[in-house]
């Protein structure tokens, strides 16, 4: 609860902790209710009461509740804000050609729904999996469908926001590796369709540029197009693997009937399969982390000794922490050296127009002397 409640003060993302405590409050209320008959209602609820208005203490501790209200009211009419039922902006935005649909946000998000349904259907059709316990899997996908739910109310639509998933995402792409794995999935099939739709997802991925917020874009490749090599683009690569992919799988489901039995998970090749049967999933997690970890050093050299993301981490590592603003040159004058404009004198300014007076300040011609 206390977790829970500072997060949320801290940022309207902070609702998935929300989703956390409701996706747990069924063995909750079976400990509050055996504990009930023992010390009573109050004893149990007044500490978890406390704990989700700690918050309130600091929260106003130097502000007053006028003022937080006039600081909402003011943010709402400035924005940019967008009702619960303009959610669909923020998706919609993961999918245009711009930052906010860049590649490493894509292949994020798109891996997290990947993992998100092959473990809920794979854990409907069995009640027991070997090697991961089936109640925390389940309070597992609550978190994550109950994040998805409250992040409508978030008043901004803007895919940073996706940035919260990445703990739960990261626990629920370890629990699909064991979920997909030889000893849970016995039919190789099963296990295709689950490489088919990785390699799809990689090719929506790929549809979008490696771009990166402002001057973290500086010397990155392919920072403002799609990911091409000697003009073949990477996303209809993998689009064709996908083709490929569901051909195989088709190849299996028809030869299912005629095939030998599996190998025995005790033999040599079964442990092989057993091995790597989840393998796709880690090698394409880890080789999408070293293509983007690569794109920002080859960023960090093209820019040296210039500002770039990387050289900024580095330096905020051996205890300079300034980032960009040693890196920025601003005017100590703006207004020295500036040119004076030229008036005609056959057609001075009249009253009506933007020109006009003996002292002209809001407004300056385009046309200047040369200097």
């Given at each position: 609860m206390i977790i829970g409640a500072f997060t949320l003060a801290a940022a309207?993302?902070?609702?998935?902790?929300?989703?956390?405590?409701?996706?747990?409050?069924?063995?909750?209320t079976r400990i509050i209710v055996r504990k009930h008959r023992e010390v009573g209602t109050l004893p149990l609820l007044a500490p978890i009461g406390a704990a989700g208005l700690l918050v309130l203490v600091v929260v106003f501790s130097d502000q007053t509740l006028s003022a937080v209200l006039e600081a909402t009211r003011v943010r709402t009419i400035i924005g940019p804000n967008e009702e619960w039922w303009n959610d669909f902006l923020r998706y919609y935005y993961l999918m245009v050609q711009t930052v906010d649909g860049s590649l490493?946000?894509?292949?994020?998000?798109?891996?997290?729904?990947?993992?998100?349904?092959?473990?809920?259907?794979?854990?409907?059709?069995?009640?027991?999996?070997?090697?991961?316990?089936?109640?925390?899997?389940?309070?597992?996908?609550?978190?994550?469908?109950?994040?998805?739910?409250?992040?409508?109310?978030?008043?901004?639509?803007?895919?940073?926001?996706f940035g919260a998933y990445a703990g739960i995402a990261g626990s629920l792409a370890a629990l699909t590796a064991v979920v997909v794995s030889a000893q849970a999935l016995r039919s190789r099939r099963n296990r295709t369709i689950f490489l088919a739709g990785l390699l799809f997802v990689l090719a929506v991925s790929f549809a979008g540029i490696n771009g990166w917020w402002y001057v973290s874009s500086y010397g990155v490749p392919w920072f403002d197009k799609t990911v091409s090599l000697s003009g073949y683009q990477s996303s209809s690569l993998?689009?064709?693997?996908?083709?490929?992919?569901?051909?195989?799988?088709?190849?299996?489901?028809?030869?299912?009937?005629?095939?030998?039995?599996?190998?025995?998970?005790?033999?040599?090749?079964?442990?092989?399969?057993?091995?790597?049967?989840?393998?796709?999933?880690?090698?394409?997690?880890?080789?999408?982390v070293l293509f983007e970890v690569l794109s920002l050093v080859k960023g960090a050299v093209s820019q040296y000794p210039a500002y770039s993301l990387a050289r900024s981490n580095i330096e905020a590592i051996t205890g300079s922490s300034c980032g960009l603003a040693n890196d920025v040159l601003v005017e100590s004058d703006p207004n020295s050296g500036r040119l004076e404009p030229v008036i005609d004198p056959a057609n001075p300014p009249s009253g009506g127009d933007a020109l006009a007076g003996g002292g002209p300040v809001a407004s300056r011609p385009t046309v200047f002397r040369a200097t």
């Open positions: 309207p993302t902070g609702l998935m902790c929300i989703a956390a405590l409701i996706a747990g409050i069924r063995p909750m490493p946000r894509r292949f994020a998000f798109l891996v997290m729904i990947l993992c998100l349904f092959t473990t809920l259907l794979v854990l409907l059709r069995r009640r027991r999996i070997p090697g991961i316990a089936v109640s925390p899997s389940w309070r597992l996908i609550g978190i994550v469908f109950g994040t998805i739910f409250f992040m409508m109310f978030n008043p901004t639509k803007w895919t940073h926001h993998f689009l064709v693997l996908f083709g490929l992919a569901l051909a195989l799988v088709a190849w299996q489901y028809l030869r299912e009937g005629y095939a030998p039995p599996p190998e025995k998970p005790t033999s040599a090749k079964g442990r092989r399969i057993r091995a790597f049967a989840a393998a796709p999933l880690t090698v394409v997690a880890a080789a999408m």
